[in-house]
Structure formats: structure tokens, C-alpha cells
């Protein structure tokens, strides 16, 4: 089975903080993810990567940065925290999607989460 | 834009009843769809996945979705809920500009009643 490892499940830290989120899988999937779940929202998108050292933006990246610099691993950064921040977190991995038809619907698999909390 | 929308936000149902979970989506290209669960303080998991090979498609717990192209529709049911159906489930759709990233509708809040 897929194991997608966040580092904490709650997390409490002061606005202006400099925030690392932790994530790490263990089947050298090419894809990871960090997506924001808020009620009534569901989950948004905050940055991809597809690659060692690749990122892309996601729906919501502003106050966000990212760091991959292993396959296995998926940083979240928040550069100065914001009581608007104050969120579940939740790191995905997935194969890339190749070839052609159901090849191409590769099923992401999920972390449990960090809620962070911003006073 | 891909979209996705869940009708309602919480769904109550009887213990032993049928459960119907409404997912209407948005594409103007063939699409990939997901039904994903999450239990209290977990994480998602997912439940099944249209493959096209079949458009009743058939998950884990006894879920199964229909895949309704002419009602862009991909609604989920299991005949008889559970207790520990109750959690929160939430359809997705591949996205337009890459296969990789995939839209999440808002989530249905599913209550099981004894």
C-alpha cells in the first residue's frame, strides 16, 4: 500500500512565523500535491510538482511556496504566516498519468493531514 | 474550466437504507471521474474511479457509481448504509489542461442514522 507520511497532525504557530509542512512517500510516485480542505470549499489546489525541483502553481499559491529536492519528499512553506491560513492541510502523491485511457485517470493518494492552526 | 457540484451538502439516511450520492460535472472533453471518502481526522481515500471500460462502475465498501454521459452525471449509491458509512465524500473530476491534477467538488457530509 501507498504510504503518505505528513509530519504532524496539529500544528499551532503565531502569525508572522516562517511555517514548514512536511510530506513524504514511499512509492516513487512522480506527482505530489498540497491542496487546503476548508469547509464548504473542499479541497484547492496550492502547488503541484511533477518533478524533482518542478513545481506549478495551483489554484491558491499566494502566502506559499514550495521545496522538492528528493522524489519521496513535498515541502509546504508558508513564508509569513496569516490567520487566514489557519486550515487543514492535505499532501497527495500519484503516478503520472501516461499513455491512454484508464492509464491516464491515476487515483491520488493522501496523507492525513495537518491542521494548522495560526493565533 | 472544470467543475464539479455535489447536491447537498449533508445527506441524512436510515441505517439498512439506500444511499444516494448526487455529483454532476462540468467537461466538454471525455472525462475521468473519482469518488473519494474521508473519515473523521484522515486523510481521502478513494473509493473507485471511472475507467470508461464500464459506466457502472463498482468500489470498495459496497459503493458503485453509474457514469451518465447525457446527464454529466456520476452519481454514487450503496444499497443498504452502515454506521461506518458515515464520513464525508467527495467527487472529483481530471482536469481540462492535465491529466494530473484533478477538481474536487465541495464534499456531501453523510449522517447515518440507528
Known amino acids: 500500500d501507498v504510504k503518505v507520511t505528513q509530519s504532524s497532525r496539529y500544528l499551532v504557530k503565531r502569525t508572522g512565523e516562517k511555517v514548514f509542512l512536511e510530506c513524504v512517500q514511499d512509492?516513487?510516485?512522480?506527482?505530489m500535491f498540497w491542496y487546503r480542505q476548508d469547509p464548504g470549499l473542499g479541497l484547492r489546489l496550492i502547488y503541484f510538482?511533477?518533478?524533482?525541483?518542478?513545481?506549478e502553481k495551483g489554484d491558491i499559491p499566494e502566502g506559499y511556496s514550495v521545496s522538492r529536492e528528493k522524489k519521496e519528499r513535498f515541502s509546504l512553506i508558508l513564508e509569513s504566516a496569516s490567520t487566514n491560513q489557519t486550515s487543514m492541510y492535505l499532501c497527495?502523491?500519484?503516478?503520472?498519468?501516461?499513455?491512454?485511457?484508464?492509464?491516464?485517470?491515476?487515483?491520488?493518494?493522501f496523507g492525513d493531514g495537518t491542521r494548522l492552526s495560526i493565533l | 474550466a472544470q467543475s464539479v457540484t455535489q447536491l447537498g451538502s449533508h445527506v441524512s439516511v436510515s441505517e439498512g437504507a439506500l444511499v444516494l450520492l448526487r455529483c454532476n460535472y462540468s467537461?466538454?472533453?471525455?472525462?475521468?471521474l473519482f469518488w473519494y471518502v474521508q473519515y473523521p481526522n484522515q486523510g481521502l481515500q478513494l473509493l473507485l474511479k471511472?475507467?470508461?471500460?464500464?459506466?457502472l462502475v463498482k468500489g470498495i465498501n459496497g459503493f458503485e457509481a453509474e457514469f451518465k454521459k447525457s446527464e454529466t452525471s456520476f452519481h454514487l449509491t450503496k444499497p443498504s448504509a452502515h454506521m461506518s458509512d458515515a464520513a464525508e465524500y467527495f467527487c472529483?473530476?481530471?482536469?481540462?489542461?492535465?491529466?494530473?491534477?484533478?477538481?474536487f467538488g465541495p464534499g456531501t457530509s453523510l449522517s447515518v442514522i440507528p
Open positions: 497527495a502523491s500519484s503516478l503520472r498519468a501516461r499513455g491512454r485511457g484508464h492509464q491516464l485517470n491515476q487515483p491520488q493518494h
Open positions: 512509492m516513487d510516485h512522480e506527482n
Open positions: 510538482s511533477y518533478d524533482v525541483k518542478m513545481k
Open positions: 467537461s466538454s472533453v471525455p472525462p475521468y
Open positions: 471511472y475507467t470508461s471500460a464500464a459506466t
Open positions: 472529483a473530476v481530471t482536469s481540462k489542461t492535465s491529466y494530473d491534477k484533478v477538481i
